[in-house]
């Protein structure tokens, strides 16, 4: 006695929308899994259909991170919520010194969201994570009701492995060290901040939303050891992340405005808008503390990576029981950076 | 107070409305303020209006006043 | 950008500090009050004061709209934006300043109110078109700059018959500030000796309106761009000429500011707008004839006769010292709140709100001058 399968129907990704039952765990939830997430990830951990991945045992020591991904709006010149949240995490990783290996996936979807816009966001997703070789092995998908989501949430955790000769950590920059970053600060925030409702300008700046992996790799191959800090200058700018430095080495800064990148642009955009550069995100940046001896060699490594070829030595590590981050300003002062106080808003004033 | 900057005209649309481009960043916004502005004018702009025209030689005037400033400042 | 950078170069400032330093007399103190928030933002920001000789010393006045705004006005604005039928438009600036009871617009909007940070009053306006059933009030605050602007979104709503759009007017004057300042200047405290001149302000208003400083306050007033070197070619051009026993009204920002002001826009204001008997400066307390509020023409734009609002007032933490700084008596750190108590994640008076209040900028910019300062006197002990 055969019955009949019954006649799978696609998704109507073209004009359909997210609904409640779409995260409710039956069949239309399977549908939504299989042709939006696995068709844009596809990989094996993904294609056994379980609720986890078995991954081999790793050599070294593992590395886990995890972040969540609120951005609106959710594409912006160079980037979306997927790409960044493959990235960011990517990131998270990198700064340990680690290699990223794996990385999990969670969506919160509101109710009414297009499956077209959910379709571009995991193909995006699919690609970064491609391109990065770090694979999406397991995920989660939740629907909540009309209004209580802004689109989509994505949460992405991830794993890595760490050398045993590699200690990287915000606690061990010391005086005398030199402070790189790889590249021009602020183009993410501004890319964000140009597309946002009410604030509108035009402006040729991409996100430069990057998985910073590689670049890591290679300084690690050219200074190791010397290595003693990095970090990505994300929400708050290099200031946050010169100031968290500074508190937990329980050291200050000195460092010099004209040698901090900022393109000519992202220099217009906050002079508009009343901010300051070193305050806006970046979100394929990183900052990096070494021996003041193995900074030529490092920097020269991070100039040879696509991602850090603008890379610059911005100043070095003093002692100062403040914690201060000084800064010789582009006109010839001196200023304080300080930590950011409440969220970096446009003033008109 | 009163965060304004200077921003070129470059394109007028009528209504009285024109776009303006500072170093790559383009914006429209009410130039109603500002009498028979024309293409390539610089204005003073805050929050999104055009407060004043920016007289070119004036500003080499002050700038020369400046330099001049300063060579004295340098020789002393 | 044009216009900007040249004001910022730092060969120039080297030679200019050079100059100012040579100008000033040794065995004279020169006291300047740079009146605008965004003076106080430049010197700050690019380090100035450290390019001064000690004997030129920088007060930072009270042109800090947000600053000024008294705790009351920003109740009223709470108590509007919680209204299920308003929605409050306003500049971000205002977002974070604290109101009574530990309230402001920002958690007002966490907990419910339709709030949304405009760019402009075009945008406020574009929001009252596109959502008609809802009561659309913008938050006006600004010196004589940010008026113009104002008025013509009223201009073009009454123009339109946009009925859903109101306007919530705190602007205020500064030439009426400037003089509330001078006025009140205490026997004790050494007085001004000049004044670093609204830049952007003087593009609407010119430079006729501070002719009394001069007249009747015997001190001179310098109109200064916004850039860095537009700040120090003003210094000396005060320090000149007070050794030159002169004091006159000199417009350094010439390129942007005539003596007449900005005709359609002073138009513009005067159409819309008339003086209001008295209004309350944080700070500086009831300053009479020192606000605007829309004529009985505009009176259906205007939000405070729309949702009958009487401002309350309330009073600041009586430890507070932004009083006597924004007249100039006392300095930041002479203020047993300053840095403790009230920092910029919770100030405590108005010259700790907004980034260019005087102590916010002190704060995040100067601190380390004092630092430094005290580290000198370490030594010298």
């Known amino acids: ?349 | 107070m009163c965060l304004a900057i200077p921003a070129k005209v470059t394109e007028l649309l009528g209504d009285d409305m024109a776009r303006i481009d500072m170093d790559g960043v383009s914006k429209v916004i009410n130039v109603a303020l500002v009498e028979d502005l024309s293409l390539g004018d610089f204005v003073v702009v805050h929050v999104g209006y055009a407060l004043s025209r920016i007289d070119p030689e004036e500003a080499e005037l002050t700038l020369s006043l400046l330099r001049e400033a300063a060579l004295v400042g340098n020789a002393s | 950008m044009k216009y900007v950078d040249e004001y910022r170069d730092p060969a120039l400032a080297k030679g200019l500090a050079a100059a100012i330093a040579a100008e000033a007399e040794a065995g004279r103190t020169y006291r300047f009050m740079e009146f605008c928030g965004g003076h106080t933002h430049a010197i700050s920001r690019y380090g100035v004061e450290d390019m001064l000789p000690a004997n030129v010393r920088m007060i930072h006045g009270p042109g800090c709209p947000v600053c000024v705004l008294p705790v009351g006005r920003i109740d009223d604005a709470i108590r509007l934006a919680a209204r299920p039928d308003v929605t409050l438009c306003t500049y971000a600036d205002l977002m974070r300043v604290p109101a009574s009871n530990g309230a402001s617009l920002l958690k007002a909007r966490a907990a419910g109110a339709d709030i949304r940070m405009v760019y402009s009053t075009l945008d406020a306006l574009r929001i009252a078109r596109s959502e008609p059933r809802r009561e659309v009030v913008f938050f006006a605050i600004g010196f004589e700059t940010t008026t113009p602007p104002t008025a013509l979104a009223v201009r073009q709503a009454k123009a339109e018959g946009c009925a859903n759009f109101s306007v919530f007017c705190n602007h205020v004057l500064t030439p009426v500030a400037m003089r509330a300042i001078l006025a009140g200047e205490e026997e004790g405290v050494p007085p001004l000796d000049g004044i670093v001149g609204p830049a952007h302000v003087s593009t609407v208003i010119g430079s006729r309106p501070y002719e009394f400083v001069a007249t009747e306050y015997h001190k001179p007033v310098v109109i200064s761009g916004f850039e860095p070197l537009d700040v120090m070619q003003s210094i000396l051009m005060l320090v000149h000429q007070l050794n030159q026993n002169r004091c006159e009204i000199e417009n350094q920002y010439a390129r942007a500011v005539v003596p007449q002001g900005n005709a359609r826009a002073l138009e513009a204001i005067a159409e819309v707008f008339e003086l209001r008997d008295s209004f309350e400066w944080r700070g500086l307390g009831a300053v009479a004839k020192s606000a605007l509020r829309l004529r009985d023409a505009f009176a259906a734009f205007d939000a405070e006769r729309r949702f009958e609002i009487e401002t309350k007032a309330a009073a600041d933490n009586p430890a507070c010292e932004c009083g006597a700084i924004l007249r100039g008596a006392k300095r930041p750190m002479d203020c047993k709140l300053f840095g403790t108590l009230c920092t910029p994640e919770t100030p405590m008076g108005s010259c700790m709100v907004s980034s260019e209040g005087s102590c916010a900028a002190h704060y995040a910019y100067g601190r380390f001058r004092d630092r430094a300062r005290t580290q000198k006197e370490g030594v010298l002990q």
């Not at chain 1, 109710?111 to 391109?131: H, N, T, V, W």
């Not at chain 1, 991830?158 to 970053?181: H, M, N, T």
């Not at chain 1, 993410?188 to 992996?213: C, K, T, W, Y």
């Open chain 1, 1 to 349: 006695m055969n019955r009949a399968k019954p006649i799978r129907r696609k998704l109507d990704i073209k004009n359909g929308r997210v609904e409640l039952s779409h995260g409710s765990g039956g069949r239309a939830m399977a549908q939504l899994i299989n042709d939006i997430f696995h068709a844009a990830f596809d990989n094996d951990w993904l294609r056994s259909n379980n609720d986890q991945a078995s991954l081999d045992a790793l050599p070294g020591r593992l590395v886990m991170t995890t972040d969540g991904y609120v951005v609106s709006p959710l594409f912006f010149p160079g980037g979306d919520i997927g790409s960044l949240s493959v990235h960011g995490t990517i990131n998270d990783i990198a700064m340990g010194g680690a290699t990223p290996k794996y990385l999990s996936a969670s969506f919160i979807i509101e109710e009414g969201f297009p499956f077209a816009d959910l379709e571009r966001i995991a193909q995006s997703m699919g690609e970064a994570s491609r391109a990065a070789g770090v694979p999406i092995v397991t995920g989660d998908t939740k629907v909540v009701e009309r209004g209580k989501a802004d689109g989509v949430f994505i949460s992405t955790a991830g794993v890595g492995v760490l050398p045993e000769e590699i200690s990287l950590s915000s606690d061990k920059a010391r005086p005398g060290d030199a402070v790189l970053v790889s590249g021009s600060m602020g183009d993410h925030g501004v890319a964000i901040m140009s597309r946002r409702e009410n604030l509108q300008f035009d402006v040729e700046i991409l996100s430069d939303s990057a998985p910073l992996h590689g670049l890591v790799a290679d300084m690690i191959a050219a200074a190791g050891g010397s290595l003693r800090v990095m970090r990505d200058p994300t929400r708050g700018g290099l200031a946050a992340a010169l100031n968290e430095i500074a508190l937990q080495s329980d050291v200050g800064f000195a460092i010099e405005e004209a040698l901090i990148p900022v393109k000519p642009q992202v220099a217009a955009a906050c002079e508009f808008l009343g901010l300051d550069p070193l305050y806006v995100a970046n979100e394929g940046k990183l900052v990096a503390i070494c021996e003041a001896q193995a900074a030529e060699t490092l920097l020269a490594a991070m100039r040879a990576h696509p991602l850090g070829k603008n890379a610059s030595m911005i100043g070095h590590v003093v002692e100062d029981e403040n914690n201060f981050v000084e800064m010789k300003t582009g006109f010839g002062g001196g200023r304080i950076v300080d930590w950011l106080s409440g969220e970096q808003l446009p003033r008109i004033c």
